[in-house]
């Protein structure tokens, strides 16, 4: 009985285009993209002053970082000046050019993308600061920074303290929603595989007075994976 309904139920699933015998599903892991930024082997502590508002730029602070991607900032809460680390980077990506997905798709044209998610690790973290969050975006190919046009919003990781680390066996997962902008975005590059596009990771953390100064290195890896429907 019960492998009679299996059958009625494949047949109207069939029958009502749920299921297309003719697509058949396949999972594709792109390259491993390397996003790394050196803050140089600085040493010393960032300096505890005062500051007298947002226009503040903190000067005595910024002059204590210099050489490195960070500047002095007035934190409006506290009132007192703080060191920004900011990092923005980018990965170009084109589709006609990954291994992975000349193989996987073999020539055929993707039908759809039944799911779309990041691995993501940090082998390398000697950072002397913690990072709160990481955003992860997808933009055209063109796109350097997350205000530029077209650019869109995956998701955010962390929290990650300073020397945490996470290693490529183990990675964790970002999960690209379904129906999101980002989703969208991914899904016309997928089936525009010659057209590139980019990936951006941006974080911009603040040492407060007393900590160390901005110093170390990361390296976050991300490891793209989708899910695609393709022809027989």
């Known amino acids: 009985m019960r492998g009679a309904a299996a059958v009625w139920l494949g047949a109207v699933a069939l029958g009502c285009g749920l299921i297309n015998p003719n697509i058949f599903d396949t999972d594709i892991r792109l390259q491993r993209q390397v996003y790394s930024q050196d803050f140089g082997r600085n040493s010393g502590k960032v300096p505890a002053v005062p500051c007298s508002g947002q226009a503040d730029t903190c000067q005595q602070v910024s002059s204590v970082v210099q050489g490195v ?35 996987g798709v073999a020539g055929r044209a993707v039908q759809f993308v039944r799911a779309a998610e990041l691995g993501y690790s940090l082998p390398i973290n000697t950072l002397t600061f913690d990072i709160p969050e990481i955003e992860i975006y997808i933009g055209p190919q063109n796109a350097r920074n997350k205000t530029d046009p077209g650019v869109v919003l995956i998701g955010k990781v962390g929290p990650f303290t300073r020397g945490q680390t996470i290693s490529d066996s183990a990675p964790m997962t970002l999960a690209i929603a379904d129906g999101s902008p980002a989703r969208t975005q991914l899904e016309q590059n997928i089936k525009n595989p010659k057209a590139p596009f980019v990936f951006l990771i941006h974080a911009q953390p603040r040492i407060s007075g007393g900590d160390d100064v901005p110093a170390g290195r990361m390296e976050l890896h991300l490891f793209p994976k989708i899910t695609v429907g393709l022809p027989r």
């Open 69 to 103: 991607p960070a500047r002095g900032v007035c934190d409006p809460q506290s009132m007192r000046c703080q060191a920004e680390a900011s990092v923005t980077l980018s990965y170009p990506v084109n589709l006609s050019e990954d291994p992975a997905f000349q193989s």
